[in-house]
Structure formats: structure tokens, C-alpha cells
């Protein structure tokens, strides 16, 4: 029997009004509030063109909708999107659709061990006790063993155990971030952004995972979320740039021209930061006065650096890969077929795509049974099958 549920989490993990899917169907948007809400049931046309726009088989529509896996209160948005109600809905449904695969992926691999649950619990009891942010930041630096230059932050948090996906995110997010309730933690970032302002957005998250992962960001009223933001951003701040070694690089590097964005250039090659995280961090640091901060950005405006700063489009963009090493793990050692993954999931290989932010092309070796290397050296197989 046709599940309306199912619909409407199909609709809102694109993102899409009623209205807008009404467009699309052709239809009248009570039609879709109908099919939605269990008062009517579409015709087979429709549920087939439904299916078609969807990327899942005809049947999916007659599955249980999925699991609730996130409390709402639970996900770290910043303040813009706390307050849009469609894009917290809409992101739930993403991150509950999101856990559910990963769950059923999980099954046919032996993950390494979960050494952020170890490292979020040392670094809540180190919080709880009154230790510094900075301080925090460092320790998580150290155990995450994070290089000089921050080149491999991407590929380190997601080996820690950090889900990390990248998708277009409604409303004024950059990103965010949740844990799961079977404690597997979750980094969802926006697209179209520059190398180093992706590793602000990752060190901020991740800020948020290991410190907040208690918090009911729900109860909490503006200003408890503002300074929550404020927090995840000194962690980033201090986590990217130590201050052991900031400080000297900084006086060698920038000198004494302080106020110019574009001293800042050897620095932002060296640390993989923006130019303005970087003066950010020195200025908290006290090594610029007000006046000179307040100089700074207003440089920083007449030379459009707001939009894009110099090195950003050489700097290569770092890519999730976790869910796809994870992919090429199960469909490379034959431990199912593409095919019988998607007969079993009822969906098509589009909705893959979507769903884990991968290209296309991704699926087309395992359609045509070609040999590819072998990353069980990253994910060790384990033989039990869903």
C-alpha cells in the first residue's frame, strides 16, 4: 500500500515545497497534500512518475518511512537557519535518509575503530572542568594529528569517524553538524565555497561535535546560541592555527604591516586559512590594535576579498571520500552487486548520487565489472552480510 510518509520525506530530502513538487507533477498542491497524508492514494501513472522524479523503484513507496535517528534539537545550525523552520525539516529528513544507508552499508564492512566518541568524551570531561578552548583545540589537533599546513583535515576527520558530506544546503547555512542517536557524528558542507573557507566550515563543526555534543541547541535562547557559535568558532580558530607556531610565523611572515590583507598571502599558503581567519586569530591574539583590525576589513572590502581572496582558485578544493571509499569496498570485492544493492534499496543509482553527493560516473566500473585497487588497507572487510 502506498505510504504517504514516504512522499513527503522523498519531497522534503530535495528540498522542495508541496507547491513545488505539485509543479513539477502537474497537479494541484492538495493533490500532493492528499497523497501525503493518507485521504487519497495516486493513481499507478502517477505513482510511476513520482518514482521517475524521485530516482526509486515503483515499490519504495510501499516501505517504512525511515527511522528517526536525529532529535532535532540535536543539529547545530547557525542562527539564520535555527529559526527557518523548512530547512531544519528539511535537513532532518536528510540526515535520518543519510544514516539509514550508511547503517545499511555498514553492514557488509568492519569499520576501524570510532576514535571520535573517545576523543569527544575526553574533551567534554576537559570543558566540563573549565579547561580553555584553546587548550581543547590543541589536544584535538595533536590527537588527530593534523599537519603543519592543515592540508590533510579533510581525510583526518573523516578517519576519525566523522561522516562528512557535502550537499546544497537551503536557507544561510555554510554547514552543520549533528550526532546521531547511535553516536556516529555527522558534518554536512554547503557547496561553492573556497578551499580554506571549507576548513573553517570543518574546524567549526567539528568544534561543535566535540563540545556540544550534549547541548539541546532547541532550549537554548539567542544568546546561548550565539555564544555556542562563538566557541566552535575560537576552537576553529585555535585549532587551525596554534598558537605556538602562529605567533612566529606571523611575525616573519606578515611583519608589520598589519592592516594589509595582502601580507597575508605567504600565511594563507602556509596554513591552507583565508586571509581574514588568519588577522581573526591574530587579533585575538592581540598582535593588531582595534585600530588596525578595523583598518584591516575595511581593505579587505575595497578589494571585493569578501567575495574572493588571492589563492583561492588555486588552492585544490578537498572532496569527502569516505562514503565512497566505503562504496568501492562492498561493490569492488564482490561482497554485493551493484545491481542487487539497488534492487534490495529499491532505488536507482541516481539516488546514490544524491544522496552521497557523488558523480555519476562513480557506478559505471562496478555496471561493467571492472578491476579497481583494492582499499581494504582503509576499511577492513568484514564477510556478514546484511
Known sequence: MFNGQILKELRLLNGWSRDELAKKME??????????????????????????????????????????SFERSAIAFRNADATSKKTISVQEVYLNTLNRYVNYLENYVLMPDNFINNLSDKVLELFISKTSISDIAYIARRELNISDDNSDLMFKIEKSGIYVIERMINGAADAYSAWSKDFKPYIVLGREK????????????????????????????????????????????????????????????????????????RMKKQYNVSIQALEYRAYKLKLLTPAQNSYFYRLITKKNYKIIEPLDKEIPLKLPGKLKSILDVILSNDLISLEQMLTELRVNSDFFCQLFSIDSEFFDKYRINQNISDLSNIIHINSRKF
Open 194 to 265: 573556497s578551499s580554506v573557507r571549507r576548513n573553517f566550515d570543518l574546524a567549526h563543526e567539528l568544534g561543535h561535535i566535540l563540545l556540544h555534543k550534549m547541548v539541546d541547541f532547541d532550549s537554548l535562547t539567542k544568546e546561548e546560541l550565539q555564544r555556542c557559535e562563538d566557541q566552535a568558532n575560537l576552537f576553529a580558530s585555535c585549532f587551525l592555527l596554534p598558537e605556538y607556531r602562529f605567533i612566529e610565523d606571523f611575525k616573519m611572515m606578515v611583519g608589520t604591516k598589519v592592516s594589509n590583507p595582502d601580507s597575508y598571502i
Open 27 to 68: 497537479m494541484s498542491e492538495q493533490s500532493i497534500w492528499q497523497f501525503e497524508t493518507g485521504h487519497t492514494h495516486p493513481k499507478l501513472e502517477t505513482q510511476f512518475r513520482l518514482s521517475q522524479i524521485f530516482n526509486v523503484n515503483f515499490e519504495y513507496f510501499e516501505g517504512e518511512s525511515s527511522k528517526i
